[in-house]
């Protein structure tokens, strides 16, 4: 009978003990999350602080990160401001924006994030070195300013974001109306390093484009004149496609090069002058067409409906634009300016800039009828 109570009284005291144990568990693992969320879950030391997701949105937001990369020059600041505000509205993804910017424009680029609406966007600000581009491009004598660095920093986004394995990569005259979540899950098929949207089969290019000639066909972006670019013996009438928006799998982007063949074609054409003389868009459109000639992915065209910034986009219908995952506003009118089309519907985007240096060009009222 002694020894049966013995072994009561030590089962009794197995299980407080293990009720004690569950309890401080509970509690330590309270505070091990309590910790997560309070620090700095990405480990990186950028030039700015990433801040923590609000405490709401914690448990809702998802954990993996989603590295977006956009390019932040001081004359086109408020574009890559709207760009990234539109996007961190319409997820509850853990997105952290890249953004790439020159010395110059650091220090206005924190203000804008710091003392806005936007203070809970999770950013790195990184430095972009012009000098890499030495011997690459070629300034224009007859165009001050012709050299814009920033354009080519979609060329090193391993370097950008090294610890990624899946990027986006887009322009600063954009706003995404749905959740970038989607994008970011675009399908690459093996061995591509990059999706892109093909001017062709684009929803926009069937809505806008009339009679464009070779404006987006290879012939439109490289001199098949040239040797070297006949050698390539790529078919001139290959559907061409726009670099302003894409999905990159970096690993691949690593594994066959892609920076490095990049930088290979742009020195080429400084030495032979490779690129059409009558170049239909981007200075950085032609190395990325040979380069990706037929070793592309697809975006879904919703994800780029572009030539809002060209005459193009007058065409387009209120419903269309309602429809589009993303506007782009590629082409001479910015939304930014007076007469872009579809400008109001990118305001609703725009966070004004605290220190007064970016200010919109004010629409006529006429702007905003008959859309």
Known sequence: S??????????????IFLLVLHHNFLGLSDLLKRELTDSNPLGLQPIDFIPAAPQRL???RNDKEISVV???SDERLGG????MNSIYRNTRSNVVFYIVTLNDTVDHLRLWLTNTALKNLRYQILNFDPRVLEGKVQADPQKADSIK????ARFYLPSLVPHAEKAIYVDDDIIVQDDILELYNTPLKPGHAAAFSDDCDSTTNKVAVRGAGNQYNYI???DYKKETIRKLAMKANTCSFNPGVF???LTEWKLQNITKQLEKWMTLNVAEELYSRTLAGSITTPPLLIVFYKQHSSIDPLWNVRHLGSNAGKRYSPQ????????HWNGHFKPWGRTASYAEVWEKWYVPDPTGKFSLIRRHPEAYEAK
């Open 149 to 152: 660095p920033l354009t080519f």
């Open 2 to 15: 002694s020894a049966r109570l013995n072994v009561s009284i030590l089962v009794a005291a197995v299980v």
């Open 58 to 60: 914690t448990d809702e």
């Open 80 to 83: 890559a401001i709207a760009a």
């Open 320 to 327: 269309f634009v309602k429809a589009a995952k993303l506007l």
């Open 247 to 249: 999905v990159a799998n």
């Open 70 to 72: 956009i390019a932040a």
């Open 220 to 222: 439109g972006f490289l």
